[in-house]
């Protein structure tokens, strides 16, 4: 069965600060990985997405993630965060063969000034 | 451009009322459809996914049901809503997952049962 872990249930950063959101999956076969981003009251938004090749993949508003297979993680990073950048993070992963997208808990993000 | 429109966005029902949230796409043919829910600290919960007209997959056993009468309408439904039917909910399509695409989700309806 497939399934997310993402262990950090909120983070606190500082405006300008770095900020790293971890996830963790389980699947039986090649992943597909996104991270997705929702806004108080809204839908997600994709930030970006990994179906094969260069394991460093670039999403909007400068997100990053790098997918290691060897430690079965897909860790989303922003090297300078906004105060517009407070809002839920989610990790999900599907498959080739599979019609479905599983998604972790979720990590809420807020920016102090 | 494809759109997804999902209503209505909030709702609040006394329990044992029924229940019907409406998502219809556009600009698109044979999409998959999905219903996740999404309760406080329990990220979002896949309760239905639909691959073609009439055809429902549920995820988990609940008080809820979901019928796609038309290729790019999907409903979800309860004949008695429950307390623990509080939530919001998401719906989604995608085309195939496994060809360079991804999930879009629509605004999502906020549900209230008193």
């Known amino acids: 069965a497939q399934s997310v872990t993402q262990p950090d249930i909120h983070i606190t950063v500082s405006e300008g600060a770095s900020l790293e959101l971890r996830c963790n999956y389980s699947?039986?076969?090649?992943?597909?990985l996104f991270w997705y981003v929702q806004s108080p009251g809204q839908g997600l938004q994709l930030l970006l997405k990994?179906?094969?090749?260069?394991?460093l993949v670039q999403g909007i508003k400068g997100f990053e993630a790098e997918f290691k297979r060897s430690q079965s993680s897909f860790n989303l990073r922003k090297p300078s965060v906004h105060w517009s950048d407070a809002a839920e993070y989610f990790c999900?992963?599907?498959?080739?063969?599979?019609?479905?997208?599983?998604f972790g808990a979720g990590t809420t993000v807020t920016v102090r000034a | 451009s494809q759109t997804i429109h999902q209503w209505p966005a909030t709702l609040v029902q006394p329990v044992g009322s029924p229940l019907s949230l409406e998502c219809t796409v556009e600009?698109?043919?044979?999409?998959?459809l999905y219903w996740y829910r999404q309760a406080a600290g329990r990220g979002l919960q896949l309760l239905f996914y639909?691959?073609?007209?009439?055809?429902i997959s549920s995820e988990v056993p609940q008080n809820l049901s979901a019928s796609r009468p038309q290729d790019r309408q999907f409903i979800l439904s309860s004949k008695k809503l429950l307390l623990s039917d509080s939530g919001f909910y998401l719906c989604?399509?995608?085309?195939?997952?496994?060809?360079?695409?991804?999930?879009?989700f629509g605004q999502g309806t906020r549900l209230t049962v008193v």
């Open positions: 989604a399509w995608s085309v195939l997952l496994g060809g360079n695409t991804e999930a879009f």
């Open positions: 699947y039986g076969a090649t992943p597909y």
């Open positions: 990994y179906f094969s090749g260069d394991t």
């Open positions: 999900a992963v599907g498959g080739l063969q599979d019609y479905k997208l599983s």
């Open positions: 600009g698109t043919s044979n999409p998959n």
């Open positions: 639909s691959v073609g007209i009439g055809q």
